[in-house]
T-cell receptor
Framework: GQNIDQPTEMTATEGAIVQINCTYQTSGFNGLFWYQQHAGEAPTFLSYNVLDGLEEKGRFSSFLSRSKGYSYLLLKELQMKDSASYLC??????????WGAGTKLIIKP | DTEVTQTPKHLVMGMTNKKSLKCEQH?????MYWYKQKAKKPPELMFV???????INESVPSRFSPECPNSSLLNLHLHALQPEDSALYLC??????????????FGAGSRLTVL
């Protein structure tokens, strides 16, 4: 079967760094996505990785290891507005998106 | 225009009503999607239209009926829904459904309550 695992909830402090992990087992691989979703709002695209390595975009970075079936999203200089759910999703060999259950990130002052 | 617009934002309907959700995009995207999302759960794919043709129907009950009048518009017709169908319905679009880097742009969603 297809499976994506990520922690249910994480807590971090404003100004700090947090790493949200995602492991996956899917039928094929055509890339991994991270989306941010604030409560009651639509998901918004953060990053896409298809090759191994780190992609940096401002305060957010995403890492992929295809051999390990592993990715992480790194958020630096945390702000209160970063409190949201972070969804990991993998595109399988049929170009279907398989979604993780999401990680709720709580930022404390 | 880099947005996906959904109407209405909120909808309350009885189990015998017929209503429709609407979605529009003007980004020239060739794929459009309907997702259903319950609280604290990830989005669940319902339908995909690729180049205006229904390409995926994820075993959705017939009380949900999608329609794609043209490449910019997507509707979801609702009839005889059940209270468990209450959820956030998300429309999304993407440029190329056969590409790995197929980034979905989501609309703000239509929150549906079935009484």
């Amino acid at each position: 079967g297809q499976n994506i695992d990520q922690p249910t909830e994480m807590t971090a402090t404003e100004g700090a760094i947090v790493q949200i992990n995602c492991t996956y087992q899917t039928s094929g691989f055509n890339g991994l996505f991270w989306y941010q979703q604030h409560a009651g709002e639509a998901p918004t695209f953060l990053s896409y990785n298809v090759l191994d390595g780190l992609e940096e975009k401002g305060r957010f970075s995403s890492f992929l290891s295809r051999s390990k079936g592993y990715s992480y999203l790194l958020l630096k200089e945390l702000q209160m507005k970063d409190s949201a759910s972070y969804l990991c999703a993998v595109m399988d060999s049929n170009y279907q998106l398989i979604w993780g259950a999401g990680t709720k990130l709580i930022i404390k002052p | 225009d880099t947005e996906v617009t959904q109407t209405p934002k909120h909808l309350v309907m009885g189990m015998t009503n017929k209503k429709s959700l609407k979605c529009e995009q003007h980004m020239g995207h060739r794929a459009m999607y309907w997702y259903k999302q319950k609280a604290k759960k990830p989005p669940e794919l319902m339908f995909v239209y690729s180049y205006e043709k229904l390409s995926i129907n994820e075993s959705v009950p017939s009380r949900f009926s999608p329609e794609c009048p043209n490449s910019s518009l997507l509707n979801l017709h609702l009839h005889a829904l059940q209270p468990e169908d209450s959820a956030l319905y998300l429309c999304a679009s993407s440029q190329d459904p056969t590409s790995g880097a197929n980034v979905l742009t989501f609309g703000a969603g239509s929150r549906l309550t079935v009484l």
